[in-house]
Protein backbone atom coordinates (compact mmCIF):
# COMPACT_ATOMS: atom_id res chain seq x y z
CA UNK A 1 0.00 0.00 0.00
CA UNK A 2 1.37 3.19 -1.30
CA UNK A 3 1.32 6.86 0.47
CA UNK A 4 -1.47 7.79 -1.11
CA UNK A 5 -4.03 4.53 -0.85
CA UNK A 6 -3.25 5.16 3.72
CA UNK A 7 -4.00 8.88 3.39
CA UNK A 8 -7.30 8.04 1.59
CA UNK A 9 -7.89 5.29 4.32
CA UNK A 10 -7.46 7.15 7.15
CA UNK A 11 -9.40 10.50 5.79
CA UNK A 12 -12.46 7.75 5.15
CA UNK A 13 -12.02 6.51 8.70
CA UNK A 14 -12.02 10.30 10.11
CA UNK A 15 -14.93 10.92 8.09
CA UNK A 16 -17.02 7.62 9.65
CA UNK A 17 -16.09 8.39 12.91
CA UNK A 18 -17.46 12.18 12.67
CA UNK A 19 -20.49 10.99 10.83
CA UNK A 20 -21.13 8.86 14.46
CA UNK A 21 -20.14 11.29 16.41
CA UNK A 22 -22.52 13.57 14.49
CA UNK A 23 -25.32 11.75 14.68
CA UNK A 24 -24.67 11.19 18.81
CA UNK A 25 -24.26 14.46 18.98
CA UNK A 26 -27.91 15.16 17.23
CA UNK A 27 -29.37 12.70 18.93
CA UNK A 28 -28.72 14.88 22.32
CA UNK A 29 -29.51 18.47 20.57
CA UNK A 30 -33.21 16.42 19.56
CA UNK A 31 -33.41 15.42 23.20
CA UNK A 32 -32.48 18.74 24.52
CA UNK A 33 -35.24 20.52 22.29
CA UNK A 34 -37.43 18.18 22.41
CA UNK A 35 -39.90 20.48 24.57
CA UNK A 36 -39.58 23.37 25.57
CA UNK A 37 -41.55 23.63 28.78
CA UNK A 38 -40.24 25.42 31.27
CA UNK A 39 -38.30 23.46 34.59
CA UNK A 40 -39.10 25.14 38.06
CA UNK A 41 -35.74 26.23 39.31
CA UNK A 42 -35.21 26.49 43.01
CA UNK A 43 -32.71 28.72 44.92
CA UNK A 44 -29.93 26.37 47.03
CA UNK A 45 -31.04 28.16 49.99
CA UNK A 46 -34.23 26.06 49.91
CA UNK A 47 -31.97 23.13 50.04
CA UNK A 48 -31.56 21.76 53.27
CA UNK A 49 -27.56 20.71 53.28
CA UNK A 50 -26.91 23.27 50.46
CA UNK A 51 -24.48 22.34 47.79
CA UNK A 52 -21.85 21.50 50.66
CA UNK A 53 -20.87 18.11 50.87
CA UNK A 54 -22.70 17.22 47.65
CA UNK A 55 -21.85 14.50 45.87
CA UNK A 56 -20.36 13.94 42.12
CA UNK A 57 -22.16 13.35 39.36
CA UNK A 58 -22.57 9.71 39.84
CA UNK A 59 -24.06 9.98 43.05
CA UNK A 60 -27.21 11.07 44.47
CA UNK A 61 -27.70 12.28 47.62
CA UNK A 62 -31.03 12.56 50.04
CA UNK A 63 -31.96 16.26 51.26
CA UNK A 64 -35.16 18.36 51.82
CA UNK A 65 -36.57 21.34 49.60
CA UNK A 66 -38.75 23.83 51.06
CA UNK A 67 -41.14 24.88 49.06
CA UNK A 68 -44.32 27.35 49.72
CA UNK A 69 -43.73 27.11 53.55
CA UNK A 70 -43.27 22.86 52.75
CA UNK A 71 -40.80 21.09 53.42
CA UNK A 72 -40.11 17.90 50.89
CA UNK A 73 -37.61 15.27 50.84
CA UNK A 74 -36.30 15.56 47.66
CA UNK A 75 -33.11 13.92 45.90
CA UNK A 76 -30.37 15.96 44.98
CA UNK A 77 -27.62 14.51 41.70
CA UNK A 78 -25.25 17.60 40.94
CA UNK A 79 -23.25 18.35 37.95
CA UNK A 80 -25.87 16.15 35.56
CA UNK A 81 -26.14 17.13 31.64
CA UNK A 82 -28.87 18.96 30.03
CA UNK A 83 -30.01 16.16 28.17
CA UNK A 84 -30.42 14.26 31.29
CA UNK A 85 -33.05 16.96 32.48
CA UNK A 86 -35.09 17.41 29.53
CA UNK A 87 -35.41 13.64 28.95
CA UNK A 88 -36.44 13.36 32.58
CA UNK A 89 -38.46 15.87 32.65
CA UNK A 90 -40.36 14.34 28.62
CA UNK A 91 -40.56 11.04 30.79
CA UNK A 92 -42.13 12.44 34.17
CA UNK A 93 -45.15 10.55 35.52
CA UNK A 94 -43.72 6.98 34.11
CA UNK A 95 -43.31 4.71 36.44
CA UNK A 96 -39.46 3.58 37.31
CA UNK A 97 -38.63 6.79 36.69
CA UNK A 98 -37.79 9.53 38.95
CA UNK A 99 -39.98 12.17 38.77
CA UNK A 100 -38.28 15.62 38.30
CA UNK A 101 -39.21 18.63 40.22
CA UNK A 102 -36.46 20.80 39.31
CA UNK A 103 -33.64 22.53 39.00
CA UNK A 104 -31.06 24.77 40.90
CA UNK A 105 -31.04 28.09 39.57
CA UNK A 106 -26.94 29.19 40.64
CA UNK A 107 -24.00 27.10 40.07
CA UNK A 108 -23.16 24.03 40.77
CA UNK A 109 -26.53 22.91 38.50
CA UNK A 110 -27.88 20.06 40.30
CA UNK A 111 -31.51 18.43 39.66
CA UNK A 112 -33.98 17.68 42.48
CA UNK A 113 -35.88 14.41 42.11
CA UNK A 114 -38.86 12.91 44.27
CA UNK A 115 -37.62 10.99 46.77
CA UNK A 116 -37.97 7.14 46.78
CA UNK A 117 -37.21 5.08 49.16
CA UNK A 118 -35.14 1.79 49.36
CA UNK A 119 -31.64 0.34 48.61
CA UNK A 120 -29.28 -0.30 45.63
CA UNK A 121 -29.71 -3.52 43.76
CA UNK A 122 -26.16 -4.02 44.47
CA UNK A 123 -26.90 -4.04 48.16
CA UNK A 124 -29.94 -5.62 48.25
CA UNK A 125 -28.77 -8.92 46.00
CA UNK A 126 -26.43 -9.21 49.22
CA UNK A 127 -29.06 -8.78 51.93
CA UNK A 128 -32.41 -9.81 50.47
CA UNK A 129 -33.76 -13.21 48.88
CA UNK A 130 -32.90 -13.41 45.47
CA UNK A 131 -36.78 -14.43 45.05
CA UNK A 132 -37.48 -10.62 45.66
CA UNK A 133 -34.06 -9.29 43.64
CA UNK A 134 -35.92 -11.63 40.81
CA UNK A 135 -39.52 -10.00 41.19
CA UNK A 136 -37.19 -6.52 40.85
CA UNK A 137 -35.58 -7.54 37.86
CA UNK A 138 -39.04 -8.26 36.72
CA UNK A 139 -40.02 -4.99 37.19
CA UNK A 140 -36.75 -3.61 35.57
CA UNK A 141 -37.33 -5.26 31.80
CA UNK A 142 -40.53 -3.51 31.74
CA UNK A 143 -39.31 0.17 32.20
CA UNK A 144 -37.02 -0.66 29.83
CA UNK A 145 -39.65 -2.45 27.36
CA UNK A 146 -40.98 0.56 27.77
CA UNK A 147 -38.69 2.84 27.15
CA UNK A 148 -37.55 0.96 24.16
CA UNK A 149 -40.93 0.90 22.98
CA UNK A 150 -40.89 5.19 23.08
CA UNK A 151 -37.40 4.61 21.43
CA UNK A 152 -35.38 5.33 24.64
CA UNK A 153 -32.18 3.37 25.62
CA UNK A 154 -30.98 3.55 29.18
CA UNK A 155 -27.10 2.94 28.86
CA UNK A 156 -26.55 2.00 32.19
CA UNK A 157 -28.08 -0.14 33.69
CA UNK A 158 -25.85 -1.54 36.31
CA UNK A 159 -26.55 -2.66 40.61
CA UNK A 160 -25.71 0.90 41.50
CA UNK A 161 -28.29 2.54 39.76
CA UNK A 162 -31.11 0.06 40.59
CA UNK A 163 -33.04 1.22 44.07
CA UNK A 164 -36.11 -0.47 45.17
CA UNK A 165 -38.29 -1.81 48.55
CA UNK A 166 -40.71 -3.51 49.75
CA UNK A 167 -43.34 -1.57 50.35
CA UNK A 168 -46.67 -2.45 51.17
CA UNK A 169 -46.64 -5.48 49.39
CA UNK A 170 -45.18 -4.61 46.39
CA UNK A 171 -41.91 -3.88 44.49
CA UNK A 172 -41.60 0.20 44.47
CA UNK A 173 -38.30 0.52 41.87
CA UNK A 174 -36.41 3.46 40.44
CA UNK A 175 -33.76 3.65 37.67
CA UNK A 176 -31.06 6.49 38.38
CA UNK A 177 -28.51 7.71 35.98
CA UNK A 178 -30.06 9.05 32.37
CA UNK A 179 -26.37 10.39 31.75
CA UNK A 180 -26.30 7.86 28.69
CA UNK A 181 -29.59 7.74 27.24
CA UNK A 182 -30.06 7.61 24.07
CA UNK A 183 -33.03 8.50 21.46
CA UNK A 184 -32.81 6.23 18.62
CA UNK A 185 -35.26 8.15 16.33
CA UNK A 186 -33.05 9.26 13.30
CA UNK A 187 -30.07 7.05 13.97
CA UNK A 188 -29.34 3.99 11.50
CA UNK A 189 -31.26 0.41 11.86
CA UNK A 190 -27.32 -0.51 12.72
CA UNK A 191 -26.60 1.87 15.54
CA UNK A 192 -30.14 1.16 17.07
CA UNK A 193 -29.41 -2.54 17.10
CA UNK A 194 -25.99 -1.38 18.76
CA UNK A 195 -27.49 0.86 21.48
CA UNK A 196 -30.79 -1.92 22.50
CA UNK A 197 -28.16 -4.77 22.28
CA UNK A 198 -26.06 -2.73 24.85
CA UNK A 199 -28.93 -2.80 27.28
CA UNK A 200 -29.88 -6.19 26.72
CA UNK A 201 -26.82 -7.42 28.06
CA UNK A 202 -26.45 -5.29 30.81
CA UNK A 203 -30.05 -7.04 32.01
CA UNK A 204 -27.66 -10.55 31.87
CA UNK A 205 -25.10 -9.45 33.78
CA UNK A 206 -27.65 -8.38 36.55
CA UNK A 207 -29.35 -11.98 35.93
CA UNK A 208 -26.45 -13.88 36.40
CA UNK A 209 -26.14 -11.79 39.81
CA UNK A 210 -28.80 -13.92 41.72
CA UNK A 211 -26.54 -17.49 42.27
CA UNK A 212 -29.00 -18.34 45.10
CA UNK A 213 -31.26 -18.99 42.17
CA UNK A 214 -28.49 -21.41 40.83
CA UNK A 215 -30.62 -24.94 42.36
CA UNK A 216 -33.54 -23.51 40.29
CA UNK A 217 -33.33 -25.94 36.67
CA UNK A 218 -36.11 -23.21 35.43
CA UNK A 219 -33.92 -20.49 35.89
CA UNK A 220 -30.45 -21.78 35.21
CA UNK A 221 -32.08 -22.85 31.55
CA UNK A 222 -33.35 -19.23 31.09
CA UNK A 223 -30.03 -18.19 31.41
CA UNK A 224 -28.46 -20.57 28.98
CA UNK A 225 -31.54 -19.39 26.42
CA UNK A 226 -30.72 -15.56 27.14
CA UNK A 227 -26.79 -16.60 26.84
CA UNK A 228 -27.17 -18.43 23.52
CA UNK A 229 -29.29 -15.65 21.99
CA UNK A 230 -26.95 -13.04 22.59
CA UNK A 231 -24.29 -15.12 21.51
CA UNK A 232 -25.84 -15.60 18.13
CA UNK A 233 -26.78 -11.86 17.91
CA UNK A 234 -30.67 -12.54 17.76
CA UNK A 235 -31.25 -11.20 21.77
CA UNK A 236 -35.15 -11.60 23.51
CA UNK A 237 -36.26 -8.10 23.86
CA UNK A 238 -36.91 -7.18 27.47
CA UNK A 239 -40.07 -7.26 27.35
CA UNK A 240 -39.30 -11.17 26.14
CA UNK A 241 -37.39 -11.02 29.31
CA UNK A 242 -40.06 -9.89 31.88
CA UNK A 243 -42.65 -12.88 30.27
CA UNK A 244 -39.85 -15.65 30.72
CA UNK A 245 -39.43 -14.23 34.31
CA UNK A 246 -42.69 -14.26 35.14
CA UNK A 247 -43.39 -17.65 34.01
CA UNK A 248 -40.50 -18.88 36.65
CA UNK A 249 -42.19 -16.97 39.71
CA UNK A 250 -45.78 -18.54 38.84
CA UNK A 251 -44.36 -21.67 38.27
CA UNK A 252 -42.88 -21.33 42.30
CA UNK A 253 -45.79 -19.19 43.30
CA UNK A 254 -45.95 -22.24 46.33
CA UNK A 255 -42.96 -21.06 47.51
CA UNK A 256 -43.23 -20.45 51.50
CA UNK A 257 -42.57 -17.57 53.03
CA UNK A 258 -39.02 -17.80 54.84
CA UNK A 259 -37.37 -15.75 57.28
CA UNK A 260 -33.71 -14.76 57.45
CA UNK A 261 -32.51 -14.13 61.01
CA UNK A 262 -29.22 -12.52 60.99
CA UNK A 263 -27.51 -10.34 64.06
CA UNK A 264 -31.60 -10.13 65.69
CA UNK A 265 -32.71 -8.44 62.22
CA UNK A 266 -35.44 -9.84 60.08
CA UNK A 267 -34.92 -10.38 56.35
CA UNK A 268 -38.11 -11.39 54.10
CA UNK A 269 -38.85 -13.81 51.64
CA UNK A 270 -41.15 -13.54 48.72
CA UNK A 271 -44.22 -14.96 49.14
CA UNK A 272 -45.32 -16.13 45.43
CA UNK A 273 -48.74 -17.37 46.33
CA UNK A 274 -51.20 -14.08 44.61
CA UNK A 275 -48.27 -13.82 41.73
CA UNK A 276 -50.37 -13.97 38.18
CA UNK A 277 -48.42 -14.15 35.07
CA UNK A 278 -51.99 -12.90 33.51
CA UNK A 279 -50.65 -10.35 30.64
CA UNK A 280 -54.10 -9.51 29.49
CA UNK A 281 -54.76 -7.11 32.27
CA UNK A 282 -53.65 -3.27 31.45
CA UNK A 283 -50.98 -1.70 32.73
CA UNK A 284 -49.83 2.05 33.55
CA UNK A 285 -48.89 2.69 29.54
CA UNK A 286 -48.64 0.27 26.97
CA UNK A 287 -45.71 -2.60 26.86
CA UNK A 288 -45.81 -2.59 30.38
CA UNK A 289 -47.01 -5.57 32.56
CA UNK A 290 -48.41 -5.07 36.00
CA UNK A 291 -47.60 -8.00 37.98
CA UNK A 292 -50.69 -8.60 40.51
CA UNK A 293 -48.76 -9.51 43.18
CA UNK A 294 -48.77 -8.98 47.24
CA UNK A 295 -46.38 -9.70 49.37
CA UNK A 296 -48.00 -9.80 53.03
CA UNK A 297 -46.36 -8.88 56.25
CA UNK A 298 -43.90 -11.53 57.97
CA UNK A 299 -46.03 -14.89 58.94
CA UNK A 300 -44.93 -17.91 61.28
CA UNK A 301 -46.28 -21.04 61.69
CA UNK A 302 -49.64 -21.31 63.41
CA UNK A 303 -49.15 -21.30 66.70
CA UNK A 304 -45.72 -19.70 66.94
CA UNK A 305 -44.59 -17.82 69.16
CA UNK A 306 -46.11 -19.84 71.54
CA UNK A 307 -48.56 -17.59 73.15
CA UNK A 308 -49.30 -17.59 77.14
CA UNK A 309 -45.61 -19.15 77.03
CA UNK A 310 -43.85 -18.04 80.91
CA UNK A 311 -40.18 -18.34 80.80
CA UNK A 312 -38.66 -17.98 83.85
CA UNK A 313 -36.88 -15.42 84.53
CA UNK A 314 -33.58 -14.63 87.57
CA UNK A 315 -31.87 -11.28 88.59
CA UNK A 316 -28.37 -11.37 87.34
CA UNK A 317 -27.49 -11.41 91.34
CA UNK A 318 -28.13 -15.02 91.05
CA UNK A 319 -26.24 -15.81 87.63
CA UNK A 320 -22.46 -16.41 87.54
CA UNK A 321 -20.64 -15.05 85.65
CA UNK A 322 -21.93 -11.52 85.29
CA UNK A 323 -22.51 -9.62 82.03
CA UNK A 324 -19.04 -7.46 81.95
CA UNK A 325 -17.03 -11.14 81.69
CA UNK A 326 -19.60 -12.59 79.11
CA UNK A 327 -19.13 -9.11 76.62
CA UNK A 328 -16.43 -11.09 74.35
CA UNK A 329 -15.55 -12.77 71.03
CA UNK A 330 -17.77 -16.18 71.79
CA UNK A 331 -20.44 -14.69 74.30
CA UNK A 332 -21.46 -18.09 75.64
CA UNK A 333 -19.71 -19.45 78.56
CA UNK A 334 -19.97 -21.48 81.48
CA UNK A 335 -21.67 -20.40 84.50
CA UNK A 336 -23.99 -21.37 87.33
CA UNK A 337 -27.39 -20.59 89.03
CA UNK A 338 -28.51 -20.33 92.18
CA UNK A 339 -32.11 -21.63 92.01
CA UNK A 340 -33.33 -21.83 96.32
CA UNK A 341 -30.35 -23.71 98.40
CA UNK A 342 -29.21 -25.30 95.41
CA UNK A 343 -26.73 -24.05 92.54
CA UNK A 344 -27.19 -25.75 89.09
CA UNK A 345 -24.30 -25.68 86.15
CA UNK A 346 -25.91 -23.67 83.19
CA UNK A 347 -24.51 -22.30 80.07
CA UNK A 348 -25.08 -18.39 79.55
CA UNK A 349 -25.34 -16.88 76.47
CA UNK A 350 -25.71 -13.11 76.17
CA UNK A 351 -26.28 -10.99 73.01
CA UNK A 352 -28.74 -13.10 71.47
CA UNK A 353 -32.10 -11.88 69.34
CA UNK A 354 -35.62 -12.34 71.28
CA UNK A 355 -36.99 -14.65 68.97
CA UNK A 356 -34.31 -17.45 69.76
CA UNK A 357 -35.81 -17.74 73.31
CA UNK A 358 -39.08 -19.12 72.15
CA UNK A 359 -37.35 -21.20 69.25
CA UNK A 360 -35.56 -22.70 72.01
CA UNK A 361 -38.91 -23.38 73.67
CA UNK A 362 -40.46 -25.02 70.81
CA UNK A 363 -37.78 -27.24 70.41
CA UNK A 364 -37.41 -28.28 73.73
CA UNK A 365 -39.01 -31.82 72.80
CA UNK A 366 -36.40 -32.38 69.95
CA UNK A 367 -33.26 -34.00 70.67
CA UNK A 368 -29.64 -32.57 70.87
CA UNK A 369 -30.76 -29.06 70.98
CA UNK A 370 -30.15 -27.24 74.50
CA UNK A 371 -32.91 -26.96 77.11
CA UNK A 372 -33.75 -23.57 78.25
CA UNK A 373 -33.88 -22.98 81.82
CA UNK A 374 -34.92 -19.31 81.70
CA UNK A 375 -33.96 -15.69 80.71
CA UNK A 376 -32.20 -12.64 83.15
CA UNK A 377 -34.73 -10.66 84.17
CA UNK A 378 -32.43 -7.61 84.23
CA UNK A 379 -30.56 -5.72 81.03
CA UNK A 380 -28.49 -7.40 79.06
CA UNK A 381 -30.43 -10.13 78.97
CA UNK A 382 -29.44 -13.56 78.24
CA UNK A 383 -30.01 -16.59 77.70
CA UNK A 384 -29.63 -19.78 80.58
CA UNK A 385 -29.73 -22.86 79.08
CA UNK A 386 -28.65 -26.54 80.89
CA UNK A 387 -24.79 -27.40 80.91
CA UNK A 388 -23.70 -29.64 78.02
CA UNK A 389 -19.95 -30.80 77.61
CA UNK A 390 -17.84 -31.47 75.13
CA UNK A 391 -15.50 -29.99 72.13
CA UNK A 392 -16.52 -28.97 69.30
CA UNK A 393 -16.81 -30.73 65.41
CA UNK A 394 -13.63 -28.52 64.86
CA UNK A 395 -11.31 -28.91 67.49
CA UNK A 396 -12.57 -33.28 67.45
CA UNK A 397 -11.38 -33.66 63.92
CA UNK A 398 -8.04 -31.62 64.01
CA UNK A 399 -6.72 -33.61 66.87
CA UNK A 400 -7.66 -36.74 65.07
CA UNK A 401 -10.76 -38.35 66.78
CA UNK A 402 -12.41 -39.06 62.95
CA UNK A 403 -14.83 -41.70 64.97
CA UNK A 404 -15.93 -39.32 67.33
CA UNK A 405 -16.77 -36.82 64.71
CA UNK A 406 -18.69 -39.51 62.46
CA UNK A 407 -20.52 -40.71 65.34
CA UNK A 408 -21.57 -37.22 65.75
CA UNK A 409 -22.62 -35.97 62.27
CA UNK A 410 -25.17 -39.23 62.47
CA UNK A 411 -27.19 -37.95 65.59
CA UNK A 412 -26.90 -34.14 63.90
CA UNK A 413 -28.44 -35.49 60.63
CA UNK A 414 -31.19 -37.26 62.75
CA UNK A 415 -31.25 -34.01 64.39
CA UNK A 416 -31.84 -31.95 61.65
CA UNK A 417 -34.21 -34.55 60.04
CA UNK A 418 -36.38 -33.85 62.83
CA UNK A 419 -36.08 -30.10 62.19
CA UNK A 420 -37.01 -29.81 58.61
CA UNK A 421 -39.92 -32.19 59.79
CA UNK A 422 -41.13 -29.72 61.65
CA UNK A 423 -40.55 -26.78 59.37
CA UNK A 424 -37.47 -25.42 60.46
CA UNK A 425 -34.24 -24.30 59.28
CA UNK A 426 -30.64 -24.33 61.99
CA UNK A 427 -29.33 -21.91 59.29
CA UNK A 428 -25.87 -22.18 60.42
CA UNK A 429 -24.61 -25.44 60.60
CA UNK A 430 -20.98 -25.48 61.02
CA UNK A 431 -17.91 -26.98 62.45
CA UNK A 432 -18.27 -24.59 66.09
CA UNK A 433 -21.96 -24.84 66.27
CA UNK A 434 -22.07 -28.65 66.84
CA UNK A 435 -20.54 -29.55 70.36
CA UNK A 436 -19.88 -33.30 70.78
CA UNK A 437 -19.28 -35.31 74.20
CA UNK A 438 -17.52 -39.02 74.03
CA UNK A 439 -17.82 -40.74 77.40
CA UNK A 440 -16.40 -44.17 76.85
CA UNK A 441 -18.49 -45.77 74.38
CA UNK A 442 -21.20 -43.35 74.50
CA UNK A 443 -21.36 -40.12 72.21
CA UNK A 444 -23.76 -37.14 73.31
CA UNK A 445 -23.74 -34.31 70.54
CA UNK A 446 -25.07 -30.76 71.09
CA UNK A 447 -26.53 -28.31 68.10
CA UNK A 448 -25.84 -24.78 69.38
CA UNK A 449 -26.39 -21.49 68.27
CA UNK A 450 -29.58 -20.97 66.65
CA UNK A 451 -29.84 -17.28 66.09
CA UNK A 452 -30.39 -17.51 62.17
CA UNK A 453 -33.08 -20.38 62.11
CA UNK A 454 -35.97 -19.66 59.70
CA UNK A 455 -39.41 -21.55 59.37
CA UNK A 456 -40.75 -22.83 56.66
CA UNK A 457 -44.08 -24.14 55.64
CA UNK A 458 -45.56 -27.48 54.42
CA UNK A 459 -44.93 -27.58 50.77
CA UNK A 460 -44.37 -30.64 48.21
CA UNK A 461 -40.82 -30.48 47.62
CA UNK A 462 -39.24 -28.99 50.37
CA UNK A 463 -35.54 -29.17 48.62
CA UNK A 464 -36.50 -26.37 46.40
CA UNK A 465 -35.99 -23.98 49.36
CA UNK A 466 -32.92 -21.73 48.58
CA UNK A 467 -32.02 -22.02 52.57
CA UNK A 468 -32.77 -25.77 52.64
CA UNK A 469 -31.04 -26.47 50.34
CA UNK A 470 -27.66 -24.37 51.24
CA UNK A 471 -28.56 -26.38 55.05
CA UNK A 472 -27.86 -29.32 53.42
CA UNK A 473 -24.57 -28.45 51.16
CA UNK A 474 -23.52 -27.25 54.86
CA UNK A 475 -23.75 -31.04 56.03
CA UNK A 476 -22.29 -32.43 52.71
CA UNK A 477 -19.42 -30.20 53.44
CA UNK A 478 -18.51 -31.47 57.09
CA UNK A 479 -18.84 -34.89 55.71
CA UNK A 480 -16.13 -34.21 52.87
CA UNK A 481 -14.16 -32.77 55.83
CA UNK A 482 -13.52 -36.25 57.23
CA UNK A 483 -10.54 -37.34 54.76
CA UNK A 484 -8.81 -39.12 56.96
CA UNK A 485 -12.00 -42.03 56.21
CA UNK A 486 -10.72 -41.53 52.17
CA UNK A 487 -9.19 -45.35 52.84
CA UNK A 488 -13.42 -46.58 53.54
CA UNK A 489 -15.10 -47.80 50.24
CA UNK A 490 -18.39 -46.65 51.70
CA UNK A 491 -17.07 -43.24 52.15
CA UNK A 492 -16.02 -42.95 48.78
CA UNK A 493 -19.22 -44.66 47.73
CA UNK A 494 -20.91 -41.95 50.18
CA UNK A 495 -19.17 -38.92 48.86
CA UNK A 496 -19.86 -40.21 45.65
CA UNK A 497 -23.47 -40.25 46.14
CA UNK A 498 -23.45 -36.54 47.61
CA UNK A 499 -21.49 -34.95 44.07
CA UNK A 500 -24.00 -36.75 42.17
CA UNK A 501 -27.04 -35.60 44.12
CA UNK A 502 -25.39 -31.69 44.39
CA UNK A 503 -25.01 -32.04 40.02
CA UNK A 504 -28.70 -32.87 39.69
CA UNK A 505 -29.72 -29.82 42.04
CA UNK A 506 -31.22 -32.72 44.24
CA UNK A 507 -29.16 -32.88 47.37
CA UNK A 508 -29.62 -35.75 49.92
CA UNK A 509 -31.99 -35.14 52.71
CA UNK A 510 -30.89 -35.10 56.32
CA UNK A 511 -32.50 -38.13 56.84
CA UNK A 512 -30.93 -40.29 54.26
CA UNK A 513 -27.58 -38.59 55.39
CA UNK A 514 -27.90 -40.71 58.82
CA UNK A 515 -28.79 -43.74 57.03
CA UNK A 516 -25.79 -43.43 54.96
CA UNK A 517 -23.27 -42.71 57.56
CA UNK A 518 -25.16 -45.45 60.06
CA UNK A 519 -24.69 -47.94 57.42
CA UNK A 520 -20.77 -46.81 57.44
CA UNK A 521 -20.11 -47.76 61.26
CA UNK A 522 -21.99 -50.67 60.64
CA UNK A 523 -19.37 -51.70 58.58
CA UNK A 524 -16.57 -51.38 60.86
CA UNK A 525 -17.89 -52.31 64.63
CA UNK A 526 -15.09 -53.09 66.06
CA UNK A 527 -12.98 -50.21 64.62
CA UNK A 528 -10.06 -52.82 63.15
CA UNK A 529 -6.29 -52.23 62.93
CA UNK A 530 -6.07 -50.55 59.94
CA UNK A 531 -9.04 -48.09 60.53
CA UNK A 532 -7.69 -47.39 63.91
CA UNK A 533 -4.26 -46.52 62.03
CA UNK A 534 -5.48 -44.32 59.58
CA UNK A 535 -8.22 -42.47 61.97
Not at 481 to 502: D, G, M, T, W
Request: aromatic share 10%.
Amino acid sequence: MNWVESQVKSQKQITRNTIQKTEVKQVLVEVVDALQEHVPRYSWENVKGGKWNCPCVWRVRRRELKNDGETIPVMVKLLASKHERYLLWELRGQPGIPRLLGITDSFPYALLMEMYPGRSFHWQRHFTSHWTCLLALHRVCEVVAALHSRGITHGDLRGTNIIFAVIRGEINLTLLHFDRAIRLKGLTPKRKYEYLLRDLRQLYKLLILLGGLSCVNEYVIFLEKVKMRLEDERPLAAIQLALEIASILHLYQRRPLCTFFWFGKVRKRTNLNQYSSDTSSLSVFPGMITPNIKIPKYQTPPGWPPRNVIISTFPWSKVSPQPWLLKCKYPSRAGTLQRGDIIVPVIVKLLTPTRERYVLYDLRDVPNVPVLIGITSEYPHALILERYDGKTFRWLRRVGRTWDCLSGLVQICTTLAALHARGVVHGDVNEKNIVIHSNGGSISVTLINFEKTSFLKPMEDPVSSTILWKELQSVSNLIHLLKSLKYLPEYKQLLANLRIRNEINSPMTAEAMAQELQSVLEQYPGRPGFFQRYC
